[in-house]
C-alpha cells in the first residue's frame, strides 16, 4: 500500500466513533441517532414500570353468567335458589299478600308532571308488578323495568335509602320475577341528559312470585307464532300489542250488551249441550251424557231455544256466547267461537238491517275515533284496505246480482229448489270452474257462486239480501217474491259478519223446511239440519212476527284490531297438538326431587316441575 493510500485510510478511521454498546465504529450522525432512539426506549420502559398493573377482567354479574346457561340449566339452577327461600319464613318467595296502594297507570297519571330532580320523599307508595329489565351501576345502586297494565315504570333502589340488607332484598330477583315495591315517588336526574325518568325510589322490594324460566329477551322479544298461540301468558308478557287487542275485544262485547241493553233486551243464557243439533247449518261435536248413557250434540247456534222465549212472552232477548262446529281450522274459523244472536218481537227484516248499520257504524266511530278502519287481508305486510263503515250500507239482491255477474237467466224462485235448477247450477258452477265438493244440493252450489261473484267484491259493508228458501230453513218467505225469503247476510271485506231474517213463526211451513232439510242429509249433507219437535211444538203455541239476528263477535273484533288470522284474537285458540313438547331424553330432565331435597317443602303445599324446562304448550 503506497504512503498516500495509508493516509487516506487514517483519516477515514479519525472521522469515525465508537459505538460503546455494540463496539463498532460508526459516523458522527449514525452514533446520535442511535443514541437518541436508545434514550426514548429507555423513557418509555421506565414509563411502563411507573404504570399500575393492568386491571384485572371485570367479573361478570350472576345475571350475565345465567343468560348463557339453557332453559334447561337456568329452570334447574333457578329452582334451586328459590326452594332455598322457601326455608325461611323471612324470604318466603310466594307470600300471600302484598298491599299495592297505587296501581301503575295511577302512578303515571298521578306523578308524570314532575320535573327533572324532583323528589316526594314524604310520599311513601307501594306498588307491584314484573320485573322486565335490571341494570346494575356499581354495588350500590341497581334499575329496574317494572311492568303491569301494559305500562312500565322504573324503580330506583339505592344502598343508603334501603330499609334492610341491600345485597339480600336484590341479589335473588330475577327478570320475569313479579315484586311488590314500597317507596316514594320522584325522577330520575340523570347528568348530561335532558328530562330523567319518573321513577320510585325504593325502600324495600319484595319477592312475590319468582319467574322459574327465562323470559325472552327485550331485544328479539317473542315472535314465534306458533310459542305465542299455545303460551299465551307468556305472549301477553312480552307483547304489550296483544294485550291490546284482547283490550279492544273487551270494548267490543261491553258497547255490544250496551247497545242491547239500553234498547230494553234482556241478556239470557241457553243449554250448551242439545238432543238436536238445530238453530243452524252446520256439523256438530258430540259428547255424552253418563247419568242419562245419552248422547249429546254441542251446540252449533242458540236460535231455537231464543225464539222459544220469544213464544214465552220475552219480546226482545239477546244471548252472548260460544257456539261449537266440528268444521275447519284456517284463518277465519276456529271450531269454537263466539257469537250474540237477538230476537226482536213484531220486527221484520228491514228492522233488524237498520238495528245492524245503527250498532255496527256506531261501535266503530265510539271505539276507533272514526267510521273508517284500516284492515291488513294478508298480513301486516300485505296489500292494505280501508273499509268504511260509514252509513247506508250497500245492498245486493242475490239472484239479481249474480244474473247481472254471470249474464244468464235464473230459473223462478219458486222453482229454486227441483233436480232442473240444480243441474243449472252445476252447469254455471263448471262453466266457472268452481269446485264444489259433493254432496252437489242446490243450497252449495248456489252458495259457491255466490261466494265467488258477489262475496269477492263486498269490501266495504254490503247486504246480501232476498236468500231462496232452500239456502234458508228457518227464514220467513219473501212477501212479495215467492220462492225467496226476508234474509240478509252482512259481509266486510268479503268475510261473512252477521246474518239476519224476518223469523218463520208458521209451524207448518216450519215443519216442512225441517223435513226438507232431513232428506238433504240422507243425501249426505251432513251440515242439514233435523226436525226440533220441541220447537215445533212451541210454534204451535205461537211466535209473534219476529226479527232474529246474529253477529260473530271474533271476526268483527278481527277487523277492529287489524288482525287476519283468528287465532289473533282468541286467548286460547283451538291447536294441533305439539309433538315436539314431549318428555326429552332423562339426562337433559331436571330432577324434580334433588331441586325439593335441598330444602323440604311448606306443609301443604304441592309442587309441579315442568320437566322439560322449555317453551311447552
Same mark, same amino acid.
Given at each position: 500500500?503506497?504512503?498516500a ?5 487514517? /483519516? ?9 454498546v455494540?463496539?463498532e ?8 441517532k ?16 411507573k ?8 367479573k361478570?354479574?350472576?345475571? $350475565?353468567d ?6 334447561n ?6 329452582s334451586?335458589?328459590?326452594?332455598k327461600?322457601?326455608? *325461611? ?12 296502594s ?11 308532571h314532575l ?8 310520599e ?6 314484573r ?7 356499581g ?9 303491569g297494565?301494559?305500562?312500565?315504570i322504573q ?7 334501603c ?9 335473588h330477583?330475577?327478570?320475569? /320475577?313479579?315484586?311488590?315495591v314500597?317507596?316514594?315517588p320522584?325522577r330520575?336526574n340523570?347528568k ?5 325518568e ?10 312475590l ?16 307464532q $306458533? ?13 304489550? !300489542?296483544t294485550?291490546?287487542?284482547f ?7 261491553k ?6 241493553d ?6 239470557v243464557?241457553?243449554? %250448551? ?6 238453530g243452524a ?6 259428547t255424552?251424557?253418563?247419568?242419562? /248413557? ?14 222459544? =222465549? ?5 219480546e ?6 260460544r ?5 275447519g281450522?284456517? =284463518?277465519?274459523?276456529?271450531?269454537e267461537? @263466539? ?10 227484516v228491514?228492522d ?14 265510539a271505539?276507533?275515533?272514526g267510521t273508517k ?5 294478508d298480513g ?10 260509514a252509513?247506508?250500507?250497500?245492498r245486493?239482491? %242475490? ?7 254471470l ?11 227441483t ?9 254455471? +258452477?263448471k262453466a266457472? #270452474?268452481i269446485? +264444489?265438493?259433493?254432496?252437489?244440493t242446490n243450497?252449495r252450489?248456489? /252458495?259457491?257462486?255466490v261466494?265467488e261473484f258477489?262475496?269477492?267484491? +263486498?269490501?266495504?259493508?254490503t247486504?246480501?239480501? *232476498? ?8 227464514a220467513k ?6 220462492g ?9 271485506a268479503?268475510?261473512e259478519?252477521c *246474518?239476519?231474517?224476518?223469523?218463520? #213463526?208458521d ?5 216442512? @223446511?225441517?223435513e226438507?232439510?232431513? !232428506?238433504?242429509k240422507d ?6 239440519q233435523?226436525?226440533?219437535? !220441541?220447537? +215445533? ?9 219476529t ?10 273484533? %278481527? ?11 282468541l ?12 318428555a326429552?331424553?332423562d339426562?337433559e ?7 325439593e ?6 306443609k ?6 315442568d320437566?322439560?324446562?322449555?317453551? *311447552?304448550?
Open positions: 500500500m503506497s504512503d493510500a495509508v493516509n487516506a485510510l487514517a /483519516d477515514k478511521v479519525q472521522q469515525t466513533y465508537l459505538d460503546d455494540t463496539g465504529q460508526v459516523s458522527k450522525s449514525e452514533l446520535k442511535r443514541q437518541k432512539a436508545r434514550q426514548k426506549a429507555a423513557e418509555k420502559a421506565e414509563k411502563a414500570a404504570a399500575p398493573a393492568a386491571a384485572a377482567p371485570k361478570k354479574s350472576a345475571e $350475565e345465567e343468560a348463557e346457561l339453557t332453559p340449566q337456568y329452570f334447574e339452577i333457578r334451586r335458589a328459590v326452594n327461600l322457601r326455608g *325461611n319464613p323471612a324470604t318466603n318467595p310466594y307470600p300471600h299478600k302484598f298491599h299495592v297505587t296501581r301503575l297507570t295511577e302512578f303515571i297519571a298521578k306523578y308524570e320535573a327533572k330532580g324532583d323528589m316526594l320523599p314524604e311513601i307508595i307501594t306498588v307491584a308488578g320485573i322486565h329489565n335490571k341494570r346494575e351501576s354495588a350500590k345502586l341497581r334499575f329496574y323495568d317494572l311492568r297494565e301494559g305500562v312500565k324503580i330506583l333502589a339505592q344502598a343508603q335509602e330499609a334492610g340488607d341491600y345485597a339480600a332484598m336484590h341479589d330477583i330475577r327478570r320475569g /320475577d313479579i315484586v311488590g314500597k317507596g316514594y320522584g330520575s340523570p348530561g341528559r335532558e328530562g330523567g319518573l321513577s320510585i325510589f325504593a325502600t324495600e322490594i319484595v319477592l312470585s319468582p319467574s322459574l324460566h327465562m323470559l325472552p329477551t327485550e331485544h328479539y322479544g317473542l315472535k314465534d $306458533e310459542t305465542r298461540y299455545r303460551q299465551r301468558y307468556l305472549d301477553l308478557i312480552m307483547n304489550n !300489542n294485550r291490546n287487542k283490550l279492544m275485544r273487551s270494548k267490543i262485547i258497547y255490544i250488551r250496551q247497545y242491547f239500553n234498547k230494553d233486551f234482556v241478556e243464557e241457553t243449554p %250448551m249441550m242439545n238432543m238436536i243439533a238445530g247449518t252446520a256439523k256438530p261435536f258430540i255424552h251424557h253418563n247419568d242419562l /248413557d245419552l248422547d249429546l250434540f254441542m251446540r252449533v247456534a242458540p236460535e231455537l231455544y231464543l225464539k222459544m =222465549l220469544v213464544v214465552g212472552g220475552m226482545r232477548v239477546y244471548e252472548i256466547g257456539q261449537f262446529r266440528n268444521e281450522i284456517d =284463518l277465519t274459523h276456529n271450531p267461537f @263466539t257469537t250474540i244472536e237477538a230476537y226482536w218481537a213484531y220486527a221484520d228491514n233488524v238491517m237498520d238495528m245492524t248499520e245503527e250498532l255496527v257504524s256506531g261501535m266503530v266511530e271505539l276507533t275515533g278502519i284500516t284492515y291488513h287481508p301486516p305486510d300485505g296489500r292494505e284496505l280501508t273499509i268504511d263503515f252509513r247506508p250500507w250497500k245486493c239482491d %242475490m239472484i239479481e246480482t249474480l244474473e247481472e255477474k249474464g244468464v237467466k235464473f230459473p223462478p224462485g219458486t222453482e229454486l229448489h233436480k232442473e235448477t240444480g243441474e243449472f247450477l252445476l252447469a254455471q +258452477c266457472h #270452474n269446485e +264444489c265438493s259433493p254432496p252437489h243450497a252450489l248456489l /252458495d259457491k257462486l261466494g258477489i262475496e269477492e267484491s +263486498c269490501i266495504n259493508p247486504f246480501i239480501m *232476498n236468500h231462496p228458501q232452500m239456502m234458508s230453513p228457518l218467505y219473501h212477501r212479495s217474491r215467492p225467496l225469503t226476508e234474509r240478509f247476510e252482512m259481509f266486510v268479503t268475510k259478519l *246474518n239476519a231474517y224476518t223469523e218463520m #213463526n209451524p207448518v211451513a216450519q215443519r216442512a @223446511t225441517f226438507e232439510q232431513a !232428506n238433504q243425501s249426505g249433507d251432513d251440515e242439514a233435523l226436525i226440533d219437535e !220441541n220447537f +215445533c211444538t212451541s210454534l204451535e203455541y205461537g211466535l209473534p212476527p226479527g232474529g239476528w246474529g253477529l260473530g263477535v271474533d271476526r268483527l273484533c %278481527m277487523f277492529l284490531t287489524d288482525s287476519n288470522n283468528i287465532k289473533e284474537v286467548l286460547f285458540p283451538a291447536m294441533k297438538p305439539d309433538i315436539s313438547a314431549g326429552k331424553p339426562e330432565k331436571v330432577d324434580a326431587k334433588a331441586v331435597a335441598e330444602v323440604p317443602l311448606v301443604g303445599e304441592e309442587k309441579s316441575v320437566a322439560t324446562g322449555g317453551l *311447552n304448550a
